[in-house]
């Protein structure tokens, strides 16, 4: 099933690049454990959150700086962190600083949206549809999926592209619709499990109506497929004259690198809609 994830989510790459981000999806999935082991009893739980979060950012900086080795010194018997190491070499090699520091924005996002989410359950308490939407885009780690796209298919953009209003409209919205459809699918279970933090449950109002919550989310989940397909157009007209003083060939190659990774984002919003 996890192979299935990650050539849903990358399926332009190549079968050792696949190889490479399924050891990232691991890691991923091991933190998550992680967290779990450390907030599982009773009790708050923010402090060793934050404890475990910054051995998992302190790693992950050390992997990704050059001609340094991670130090996992002090990490205790944190899984990831030996983990992480395998992924973080190829990381380093095939992605720029530049590409390697949106990656790292991503994962101070996931650590910022479960520390967010501790939080209200420290208090046990539900958050509001705001709070919730708030930290639910990090906390759901689809950013860092979604960062490692041109890592998948060996691609370079310009900054000029990459900073755009457009791309952080179409990335923003890609990383909700991922969630959003987690929410839908997975909100039997969670409910089972007696998980409430789910945007069909927040939305259903203190009536409790699921179905009317059910409904809602749907609506939004319409919306945020009008933004994405909004956003891709409009990144195509403005990397097209952002990019127009390039040289033909040179600005074809980036334009084609570009299609492909707007094709990724639709196809990983379309592919990975059943995962639990």
Request: glycine share 6%.
């Amino acid at each position: 099933m996890l192979d299935d994830y990650v050539a849903n989510c990358y399926p332009f790459a190549g079968r050792d690049t696949l190889t490479e981000l399924t050891y990232f999806v691991c890691w991923m999935f091991l933190v998550d454990d992680e967290i779990d082991r450390v907030t599982g009893d009773n009790g708050c739980h923010e402090n060793s959150l934050l404890t475990l979060w910054d051995d998992v950012l302190d790693l992950v900086r050390s992997n990704l700086s050059e001609g340094e080795d991670a130090d996992i010194n002090g990490c205790g018997e944190l899984r990831p962190m030996e983990a992480f190491s395998t992924f973080g070499k190829s990381l380093q090699r095939g992605y720029t600083k530049e590409q390697c520091s949106r990656y790292m924005t991503q994962l101070l996002a996931t650590a910022e949206g479960y520390l967010a989410e501790q939080r209200f359950r420290d208090k046990s308490e539900l958050p509001d549809y705001e709070a919730y939407c708030n930290y639910r885009s990090g906390r759901c780690c689809m950013g860092q999926v979604v960062s490692l796209i041109e890592f998948a298919n060996g691609s370079q953009l310009p900054a000029e592209i990459m900073d755009s209003p457009e791309m952080e409209k179409l990335l923003a919205n890609m990383v909700i619709l991922l969630w959003i459809n987690n929410d839908i699918v997975s909100l039997r279970k969670e409910l089972r499990d007696g998980f409430f933090e789910n945007l069909v449950v927040i939305s259903s109002g203190s009536a409790c109506d699921l179905q009317a919550g059910l409904n809602h989310v749907v609506g939004r989940l319409e919306e945020t497929i009008q933004e994405i397909d909004s956003a891709a157009s409009a990144l195509m007209g403005s990397a097209t004259e952002n990019i127009s003083h390039l040289p033909k060939d040179l600005k074809r190659v980036i334009l084609d690198h570009l299609r492909l990774f707007i094709s990724n984002c639709k196809s990983m919003c379309r592919g990975i809609v059943s995962w639990r």
